[in-house]
């Protein structure tokens, strides 16, 4: 098997990072599948119920799923004195849950072939916090590498590996309307290389991983971050 015949499912394809990520697979031979509210299979990863139904659509139209990469995310600025209970369900119900009902209808194909790749697109946030409102955010990219370094061990004799791309404060539309264009450039000052980040760079991280040069990585998490975390 090569990358002529993998399939490629990026969940949050559409988006700044996630449409470099397709970018990336496309350029390496993948067959690229993006699923997104506009994408190859439309899902609203917020219902578990549209999201295994989007599963389902991917493994009869297109027979396989050989990478998965959730990338999709969304953020709710929650520091906890505004705590709200709905709205924190429904961040976890796209950042997190989405993720695990998609690996649950990938990884039997997956095992059946005995190769695969899940790849986590978490943050570096969740080491340093930059403030108190992104409590929500926070949790569920941690929350990502914790299920990243659990079902990694639990793949291994399958043949599946499991890792995330944890990138830094990366310039794209979202981070400069959420964050703003000082902060990026606060950002880039405290990095130990001096450059603003972009969307290839996680995405060749993902590509790496994916590929067949990333096979003896798994329960790893890589920090494309310009070294603004030291781990």
Request: proline fraction near 3%; hydrophobic fraction near 45%; glycine fraction near 10%.
């Given at each position: ?47 578990a119920t549209?999201?295994?139904r989007a599963?389902?659509?991917v493994l ?172």
């Amino acid at each position: 098997m090569d990358n002529q015949t993998r399939v490629a499912v990026v969940t949050g394809g559409a988006g700044g990072i996630g449409s470099a990520i397709v970018s990336a697979l496309r350029e390496s031979g993948h067959r690229t599948v993006v699923l997104d509210r506009v994408g190859d299979v439309e899902c609203d990863l917020a219902s578990a119920t549209s999201t295994q139904r989007a599963a389902q659509t991917v493994l009869e139209r297109y027979g396989r799923c050989d990478v998965f990469v959730h990338c999709a995310g969304v953020f709710d600025a929650m520091p906890l004195h505004d705590f709200d209970l709905e709205r924190w369900r429904d961040l976890m119900a796209v950042n997190v849950e989405a993720a695990l009902h998609l690996a649950k209808a990938f990884a039997p194909g997956m095992t059946s072939r005995q190769f695969g790749r899940i790849i986590f697109v978490s943050s570096d946030g969740h080491w340093i916090p930059a403030n108190a409102d992104f409590l929500a955010y926070v949790t569920s990219k941690a929350a990502l590498d914790g299920i990243m370094r659990a079902l990694a061990v639990s793949f291994g004799g399958d043949g599946i590996a499991v890792s995330s791309v944890a990138p830094g404060l990366t310039d794209t539309p979202l981070s400069r309307s959420v964050a703003g264009d000082d902060a990026i450039r606060d950002v880039v000052a405290a990095q130990v290389l001096k450059r603003r980040l972009t969307p290839e760079d996680a995405a060749s991280a993902v590509a790496f991983l994916a590929s067949d040069g990333g096979e003896a990585l798994t329960g790893q998490v890589l920090t494309p971050n310009g070294g603004a975390v030291l781990r």
